[in-house]
């Protein structure tokens, strides 16, 4: 199997002047903790996540009001905060040596680069569905496909 048999196409992107409460809106309202930052042409420039977010908030302990934290948010632009050495794919990778990528770099997610440009996202959660899904198979098959793990047919072998 390769990168593009289990990659999200369907990307919510940001441009590097669009601001800090943009990318927490987009995170929360599509329960997402990565977004790909391009620029005008698709090609990958930075990735923002929901960690960087996390670092660059104001400290609880500072308690500062919610409203504080938007506003300060609405006038930073992503490019301040995000990462602009970012480990992609492409998407012929075979999914072995992605999901090696991801454990060996300690990251959450690689974007996905065609002839340059952004075209997908590989996620922890995308391996994580493959692996459920993977199970699921092997164990409705092993139920389907054996008797003998039934007590009522115990011994009759």
Not at 24 to 52: A, C, F, Q, S, Y
Not at 106 to 118: D, F, H, S, T
């Amino acid at each position: 199997m390769q990168v593009s048999d289990i990659m999200t196409t369907n990307l919510f992107t940001l441009l590097e002047n669009q601001t800090l409460d943009m990318a927490e809106e987009i995170m929360k309202w599509h329960r997402i903790r990565h977004i790909p930052v391009i620029d005008d042409n698709r090609r990958l420039v930075g990735l923002v996540t929901h960690r960087d977010l996390l670092r660059g908030a104001i400290s609880c302990f500072a308690n500062p009001h919610p409203d504080h934290q938007k506003n300060l948010n609405a006038h930073i632009p992503v490019r301040d905060l995000m990462r602009s050495h970012v480990v992609t794919a492409s998407p012929d990778m075979p999914l072995e040596m992605a999901a090696e990528l991801i454990a060996k770099e300690k990251v959450g997610c690689l974007p996905v680069i065609e002839n340059g440009k952004l075209v997908g996202i590989v996620t922890e959660v995308d391996f994580v569905a493959l692996v459920q899904a993977a199970l699921g198979k092997k164990l409705n098959l092993q139920k389907g496909a054996s008797h003998d793990h039934d007590p009522e047919n115990f011994g009759t072998h």
